[in-house]
């Protein structure tokens, strides 16, 4: 298929696309179609393993299987020639799933022939448009499009009807380690808490942090910015560790003062530094040392 028409195909919107999907299509109309409306035996019909959708809620199969007993599939699943009397699911994945929790020995079908990529296209547009993909699960899908069928962030962005950031910012969640992307995939974090970690110096135990201590997104972005300011931060060599006397003493002043004292001795010699945040402050700290 011609990348251009492809992308412009893509371009009208999905309602425009998956409505097309999930029309039948007349036999003698010319189009690409084979024996639209169709019953097939559901053992004929498989997953697309490149589908990006990975999980699926146990609880909400078992209420669509209850569903499909009483009212059957309403809406035909949207498979693709795979072999002699097979085929390969397009759009419907979960529909397919809770039919044979049902018992149903055939599905209705509507068939397409259409190449990979675009049956890889259909899945993650229809997912994204029901909201039925986990945010790991919509990366990977914009990931295999970017790296197996040339598509830019801005195509991408095009398709699926969002920005470029939020397809950016999408991307950005496969930086994460391993245990932090099953968190996110589980539901335990949320793509913003995700998000908050990709530059901290150990996500997986500040996300078990988050998760502990049922954070915020805003308490999880202060958690990560504490521990990249920690980061940037010079680390203090045993030579400049001070000792208890001085520490001490710095307590002491400022208790005294009323405000944050500090104390640089070395070989004899140092400095004490005074902090104060108001001119009064300073006012006051020149009257005591005039005094003295």
């Known amino acids: 298929m011609n990348d251009d028409l492809s992308k412009r195909r893509l371009g009208r919107g999905l309602a425009a696309l998956i ?6 299509t007349p036999v003698n109309s010319g189009a690409r179609s084979v024996n639209p409306d169709r019953m097939v035996p559901i053992e004929h019909v498989s997953r697309n393993p490149k ?9 909400e199969l078992q209420d669509l299987a209850s569903s499909i007993r009483q009212h059957g599939i309403v809406q035909p699943v949207v498979v693709r020639p795979r072999g002699a009397n097979q085929y390969e699911i397009i759009a419907g994945e979960r529909r397919w799933r809770a039919a044979q929790l049902a018992g149903l020995i055939e599905i209705p079908v509507i068939v397409r022939d259409v190449d990979d990529r675009t049956a890889l296209e259909i899945a993650i547009v229809e997912n994204v448009q029901r909201s039925d993909l986990n945010p790991l699960e919509e990366a990977l899908g914009y990931d295999q499009l970017i790296a197996e069928h040339g598509y830019t962030q801005n195509d ?13 910012n999408s991307l950005r969640l496969l930086k994460l380690p391993e245990p932090v992307r099953d968190m996110l995939a589980a539901g335990s974090l949320s793509a913003g808490h995700a998000r908050a970690l990709i530059t901290t ?14 954070m915020s997104v805003r308490d999880a972005e202060k958690l990560a910015q504490n521990d990249i300011k920690a980061q940037s931060e010079p680390t203090v060599s045993k030579a400049e560790q001070k000792d208890s006397d001085t520490l001490a003493l710095e307590r002491t002043l400022s208790d ?3 405000l944050e004292v500090k104390i640089n001795h070395k070989n004899g010699g140092g400095q004490i530094r005074i902090g104060y ?3 009064e402050q300073l006012e006051e700290i020149c009257r005591l040392l005039e005094r003295r």
């Open 19 to 24: 409505g097309e999907m999930d029309q039948a």
């Open 51 to 59: 589908n990006p959708r990975r999980s699926f809620d146990e609880g």
């Open 156 to 168: 991408l962005g095009e398709i699926i009807g969002k920005s470029r950031s939020h397809v950016a």
């Open 201 to 214: 110096s150990d996500p997986a135990s500040l996300a078990r942090t988050i998760i502990a201590k049922g």
């Open 256 to 258: 005294s003062l009323g």
């Open 277 to 279: 945040r108001t001119l």
